[in-house]
């Protein structure tokens, strides 16, 4: 309850100091114009605090979570604009206040008692500035949440057979079913990743936001994808309820079945730390498939397992949501894992990528957050991910599907 509070009276302290840069840049207005400004400022006000207050007092899993996302993000993107519209406010009246005291001490203009009004200009500055993040908001949920595009990578490995040279595999990452509010888009990406004619495919986990039964109306989609190989898939952190308000550890628990019972469905052959063996002629590779581990998340895989028995294999892949896997794990205890396919980070679905440059706050948290990455003989891809979560959309990191052709060194 302090929490909600405290979230209330942020609130409303940003909206009363923006306000009054409101009533400045909107003096000069003509009626009705001033008062449907004024009047109609309070309105996301008024909003967000009842989406709080409910949030906190209420069930918001009464909700689908792609509403969820939409709520989350509308408040989001009102009060990271405010934010930034008080910024330049701020600055103004720090401007003011110095003049003020020059005044004072040089008997200039700002002389005790004398006022200095706040800019008309600066006003409307810090409203344009303040349009700036919703807009670029706006454009990344109507343009970038499902402006796919194929990546292809060839990785060379030396130990790879002869039957498997040329192989291509497919990777998709990160579905979450559960953000998803455009169907057509979403079945055309499908589409276009089938159009690569993959011979593998690989799902690196987080089919759902939360619950499994978000999968069930994507399930005619996503079980188009096939690959004469075989399509192989693990959980990732999402999949396992754990950030859920669940009745019981029961229905926690039945839930989790019912996600695995829908990779079943969809024809995906889930990998729980263990691993399968695909034999040409006499040439073996081994794909291995961890349950999700992370440095930061939650670590249900046992690598170990996953890896016993596959000795024989020349080429070994590994499935691993969490890219941080790799180097706490992979790396230092399995040096014979020849590749790891992850994703987890969706490029924070933000970022800034201008040909071989690439940025994204989400590289301050993870050192490997997209593309190929080696270290010695060993490999790891991260993939920025197929859907989004929270923020339903995407800015500068569009969403990714990914053709890995593995090669003989």
Do not use: C
């Not at 840069?21 to 006000?45: D, E, H, M, Q, Y």
């Not at 405010?82 to 406010?89: E, M, R």
């Not at 396992?240 to 926690?252: F, L, N, P, Q, V």
């Not at 397992?305 to 596959?310: I, S």
């Amino acid at each position: 309850m302090m929490m909600l509070v405290f979230f209330v009276v942020f609130f409303l302290l940003i909206d009363y100091y923006f306000f009054q840069g409101v009533l400045t840049a909107t003096r000069s207005w003509s009626s009705p114009w001033k008062g449907i400004v004024r009047i109609g400022f309070w309105f996301p006000t008024g909003m967000a605090v009842v989406v709080l207050i409910w949030w906190a007092v209420g069930n918001p899993y009464l909700l689908s979570s792609s509403a969820r996302n939409f709520v989350i993000t509308g408040i989001v993107a009102t009060y990271l604009s405010k934010v930034l519209g008080v910024l330049v406010l701020f600055g103004g009246d720090v401007y003011r206040g110095i003049r003020w005291v020059a005044g004072y001490f040089g008997k200039g203009e700002g002389l005790p008692g004398k006022s200095i009004a706040r800019s008309e200009f600066l006003s409307t500055i810090a409203l344009a500035t303040a349009a700036v993040p919703v807009a670029a908001f706006a454009y990344g949920i109507i343009s970038g949440a499902h402006d796919y595009r194929v990546r292809r990578v060839t990785v060379r490995l030396k130990n790879l057979p002869k039957s498997f040279d040329g192989m291509r595999i497919g990777q998709i990452s990160d579905i979450h079913s559960g953000s998803f509010w455009n169907k057509t888009a979403v079945k055309g990406g499908v589409e276009m990743f089938m159009r690569e004619k993959p011979d593998m495919i690989f799902f690196t986990g987080d089919l759902v936001n939360n619950q499994a039964n978000e999968v069930k109306e994507y399930v005619p989609i996503f079980e188009k994808l096939r690959a004469p190989l075989g399509v192989f898939s693990v959980t990732g952190n999402h999949d396992y309820g754990d950030y859920h308000r669940w009745e019981s550890k029961e229905a926690k628990s039945r839930n989790f079945e019912d996600l695995i019972k829908a990779h079943q469905t969809l024809g995906y052959d889930l990998l729980m730390n263990e691993h399968r063996i695909i034999a040409l002629g006499d040439d073996k590779l081994a794909i291995l498939g961890n349950e999700n581990w992370g440095v930061r998340f939650s670590r249900y895989g046992n690598l170990q397992q996953a890896h016993a028995g596959t000795e024989d294999a020349a080429v070994k892949l590994l499935l691993s949501h969490d890219p941080t896997h790799w180097d706490a794990e992979v790396r230092p205890n399995f040096s014979d894992i020849d590749m790891t396919f992850a994703g987890h980070t969706h490029g924070f679905q933000f970022g800034v990528e201008v040909g071989d440059f690439k940025w994204s706050p989400v590289q301050y948290v993870y050192k490997q957050w997209a593309d190929l990455h080696r270290e010695g003989e060993q490999y790891l891809y991260v993939n920025r991910g197929f859907g989004y979560i929270g923020y339903p959309g995407r800015v500068g990191i569009v969403p990714e599907l990914t053709i890995v052709e593995l090669k003989r060194a």
